[in-house]
């Protein structure tokens, strides 16, 4: 048990304003974080007790499916990311240069020091499949930060990284593990509002990863819900169907030329050429890793989305054509290069929100001016196929299901994601198989945001005034306030005999702050059941204790 009077933290009267959440500014008016620096937070006692109760849930679900715990170094050498490829191409990482010559990476992520680990010991197809996981700090060079405590630059994370025999294997332990996570989030209480999303990690992998998501209206992601196949997207790869009305003119017009200088945005031209937005094309050009030229037009109103265009082109990299190149092909300045009059030769990718335009605008491919009256097959070819890779938008409908997608905010929390063999293969981690023949195991991993699952728990279960903590991961279970100096005793008597861990008890025995004092702090600090023992409680032969989740307090008989 603890004793407020000599406990170090003090609350403040007051919350700071700091963030754009009510939860962080309680966080800091209760001392449970303090700030160090930017996006940097010391964990007070308070904190780390909830921390610790969160990383016992996750271990515990772990280990019953024989997950084995481990710890690796927070560092690392520069020769592992250099035989993956990856030290020149992830832009998050701390780097540390030494004093004798070597480069080091405090890790965010742990694929390049797993691997040769597991490398020693797997050998035979009967060493599969293993994981193998650790709770860790992690370090990530974040650019800024985002609703509060949701990024940090310093956080703790569960990782965890499987290896398997085959694809048949390999899926079967996914699903397994996706069911241990909604058993963490069902302790935690989240799994109400936890939806497993799938989101993109094309960086490995051709399939989709699944993000878990907590719906909650301080949000880092946008989740699209199709409520009738429980199907889930992040908004990053959310198939689309566009909402269509009145797109469709009897008429086919006269193709027009239009005179339009520095007309270039989408809202400049609904105004000067007097078009809804609906009626207008938005068109980008690229190259890819191999340098393809590659030309992709979305509706007026959409933005699109590489993500979804790079897994439509199979390519890796897929970045935004110089100037230089796009008047060399199009023979007009940047803002002016459309889908008209382009080259023959040209990879042409039109997305299907511009299927059913008629009379619609694009650019002519001639500097200063744009084209309205556009129409396939009179002016355009029709394309043999329509491709989807705009970015959803809320009124959007699932393809699959021309069902109208629920879209809200969410906080990833989790997330599981193929490997394959990228990490396997660059460090020739093979095993024989039955036939005594050498193979790459696949890999897939794992991850819990720990400490992010605190900032989710403190957000989503925010009442009117204060943060209301489930009773599992509460900092404390019971909080004793003590009134009169005699009666002390009497509270430590009391906790001794109560049927819980004597760690759980917080006892407030400070004799110079009021009785209104104490009861501000056990509000503010949000401990599910408050015990009072005062002259009064003891006079009517009992304490007096109230349950957070319900308005009365219950006078309980006892004698001491």
Known sequence: MIFLSKFPFKTQKTAPKVSDNRSTSILLQAWFIRQTMAWVYTYTTLWLRVLEKIKNIVREEMNNYSCYETL???????????????????????????????????????????????????????????????????????????????????????????????????????????????????????????????????????????????????????????????????????????????QLESELKERQDIEAHWVIWVDALVKTLGIPAEKSTKTMMFETEIWDFIVASVRGDYDINTLKLQKILWCKLLKLASEEKIKEITWAEIWYAWIY??????????????????????????????????????????????????????????????????????????????????????????????????????????????SRIMWVIAEYFLDDVWIAWPEKVSPFTHYIVVIWEENIDKAVKFSKILNINSDDILIDDRLSVWFGQKMSDAELIWIPNIIIISPKTLEKGGYEIKKRWNKESELVPFSF
């Open 341 to 450: 009059n382009l080259p023959v030769w040209v990879k042409l990718y039109i997305d299907d929100s511009v299927k059913w335009l008629t009379n619609f605008e694009t650019g002519t491919n001639k500097t200063w001016y744009h084209s309205i009256n556009v129409n396939f097959g009179k002016d355009l070819a029709i394309p043999e196929k329509f491709y989807d890779f705009k970015e959803a938008k809320e009124w959007d409908k699932n393809p699959e299901t021309w069902v109208t997608y629920e879209v809200f905010k969410a906080s990833e929390v989790g997330n599981i994601f193929p490997l394959e063999t990228k990490f396997s293969a660059s460090f020739w981690l093979t095993f024989l198989d039955e036939n005594n023949k050498s193979k790459t195991p696949l890999m897939w991993c794992y991850g819990i945001w720990v």
């Open 72 to 246: 690796m170094p927070a560092l690392s050498p520069r020769e592992l990311w250099d035989t993956t490829g990856r030290w020149d191409s992830i832009d998050v990482m701390f780097h540390i240069p030494a004093a004798n010559n070597k480069e080091y990476w405090l890790n965010s992520t742990h694929e390049e020091i797993v691997t040769p680990l597991l490398q020693e010991f797997i050998k035979s197809y009967k060493d599969l499949p293993v994981c193998v996981y650790q709770i860790q700090n992690k370090f990530r060079n974040e650019k800024r930060a985002k609703s509060g405590l949701l990024r940090w630059r310093e956080f703790v994370m569960k990782d965890a990284y499987s290896f398997h025999a085959d694809d048949e294997e390999f899926v079967k332990y996914y699903e397994w593990m996706k069911q241990v996570y909604m058993n963490v989030f069902t302790r935690l209480w989240l799994a109400n509002d936890t939806f497993i999303a799938q989101a993109d990690w094309w960086t490995f992998t051709d399939k989709y990863s699944h993000e878990f998501q907590v719906r909650l209206d301080i949000w880092e992601d946008v989740i699209f819900y199709d409520k009738t196949n429980w199907n889930c997207f992040n908004k990053e790869v959310a198939p689309s169907l566009v909402w269509v009305q009145n």
